[in-house]
């Protein structure tokens, strides 16, 4: 259930009782310079979500920009192309998103980060991934500790079928495995209303 906010004003607004960045508890690795990032919503939002992109050890930001907020509950997507940003091989980065709520008082934020890293996947890797079907790559990704990778290629499966209520689950399953309930429950979900 969203939460209520009483503003200045009395008006109230609500906000989501819960929002996870899409990434294992540790740093997660990708195999790609401009991966795709995942979040979760639990409860739509009705205001804008800032996104922040930082590089260790930079005092600035690579990236912050605003999106616009869910009008659904769900996982949705940053694509980092659409930004024409590109991560550098072996450097850690944090991401958020944030809800604003009070541009004066930032202290009141409602954010969430996860950590990545670009890492240039070994031979070996590259050669499982090309030896792997399409729509078994999310394991060889996971197995590899590339878990970025795995999410998003879940996730497109999903997109191009989403009547496939096995994608669904096996999403759930990797989401339960990076001890990310609320967003596994979502996807167990909605395995059973397609």
């Known amino acids: 259930?969203?939460?209520?906010?009483?503003?200045?004003?009395?008006?109230?607004?609500?906000?989501?009782?819960?929002?996870?960045?899409?990434?294992?508890?540790?740093?997660?690795?990708?195999?790609?310079a401009s991966p795709v990032l995942y979040f979760y919503v639990s409860d739509p939002c009705p205001e804008e979500i800032e996104f922040t992109l930082n590089e260790e050890e930079l005092p600035d930001p690579v990236l912050v920009t605003q999106i616009k907020g869910p009008q659904i509950s769900g996982i949705f997507r940053i694509a980092l192309a659409d930004y024409n940003i590109s991560l550098k091989p072996d450097v850690e980065y944090e991401w958020f998103v944030v809800i604003v709520l009070d541009p004066e008082e930032?202290?009141?934020?409602?954010?969430a980060s996860a950590?990545?890293?670009?890492?240039?996947?070994?031979?070996?890797l590259v050669k499982k991934l090309a030896d792997t079907p399409e729509?078994?790559?999310?394991?060889?990704y996971a197995a590899g500790g590339y878990w970025y990778d795995a999410f998003e290629n879940l996730s497109r499966q999903i997109d191009a079928g989403p009547s496939d209520s096995a994608l669904r689950t096996s999403r759930a399953e990797l989401l339960r495995q990076v001890k990310l309930p609320s967003a596994s429950d979502y996807d167990t979900k909605m395995a059973m209303i397609k």
């Open 1 to 32: 259930m969203p939460e209520p906010l009483t503003m200045a004003d009395d008006d109230i607004i609500t906000y989501p009782s819960r929002m996870s960045p899409i990434a294992s508890e540790h740093t997660g690795f990708t195999t790609t």
């Open 106 to 111: 930032r202290s009141a934020d409602f954010l």
């Open 115 to 124: 950590a990545l890293k670009y890492v240039i996947p070994s031979a070996d």
């Open 135 to 140: 729509d078994k790559l999310y394991s060889v």
